[in-house]
C-alpha cells in the first residue's frame, strides 16, 4: 500500500516538473526573435525586449507571413520600433524585411503590389508631426524599410484593411523569465 502512494506521488510530480518545463520551452518564433537579438547591440536592457507577433497571409496563399513589432529601449526610438516582416524558413524564420520607424497600429491593406498585400503603418514622433498612416509596397523582394520616406507613400484617402497590431497591445516578453 505504501508503495503506492510513493509510485502516485513520484508521478504526479514527474508530471507537474515535465508540464513546467514544457510549457516554458521556447516557440520557433521566440527562438528565432532571442537569436536575431542576439546579434543586435549589447544593450542592458535587452532582456526587457517585448514583441507583438501578427500571424497574416500577405500572399493571400497558403503560407503564413509573420509580422512582429519590438518593443523596448533597443528597438525603439522618438519615431517608433522596429517591425520585421518574417517567412518560414524549414523549422525557423527568415528575415523578408527589417522597417526603421514603426508606429501603431499596423494594418494589413486590402490593396496589393507584387501579389503581397500593401501595409498601413502610422508614422509619428521623430519630428513628424502631425501623423499620419503610410503605405507599404511590396516590391517583388521587400517591403520599404523606412515608411517615413519613398517608396513609401503617405495614404492620401481612406484604404481598407484590417489592424493587425493594435495601438494598445501590450506584447509578450521575449525572455520568458520575465513572465514570471
Known sequence: ??????????????????????????????????HYAAGGADYP??????????????????????????????????????TLI?????????????????QRPIRVLDTKSSGWHDLGVWVQGGGIQPGYEASLSFNGKEYPSNPTVPPAQPLAKKVSGKIVVARSAPGE????????
Not at 57 to 81: E, F, K, M, P, S
Not at 173 to 180: E, G, K, Q
Open 1 to 34: 500500500m505504501v508503495s503506492k502512494f510513493w509510485r502516485l506521488l513520484w508521478s504526479l510530480v514527474l508530471l507537474v516538473v515535465c508540464s513546467c518545463t514544457t510549457a516554458q520551452e521556447e516557440s520557433p518564433l521566440r527562438k528565432f526573435l532571442q
Open 86 to 102: 518574417l517567412v518560414r524558413k524549414d523549422s525557423s524564420y527568415a528575415v523578408i524585411t527589417e522597417m526603421t520607424v514603426v
Open 45 to 82: 536592457d535587452m532582456k526587457a525586449t517585448r514583441y507583438i507577433a501578427a500571424f497574416v497571409h500577405l500572399r493571400d496563399d497558403n503560407t503564413q507571413q509573420v509580422i512582429v513589432y519590438l518593443i523596448g529601449r533597443a528597438w525603439c526610438g522618438t519615431g517608433g520600433c522596429l
Open 173 to 180: 516578453p521575449l525572455y520568458l523569465s520575465l513572465a514570471n
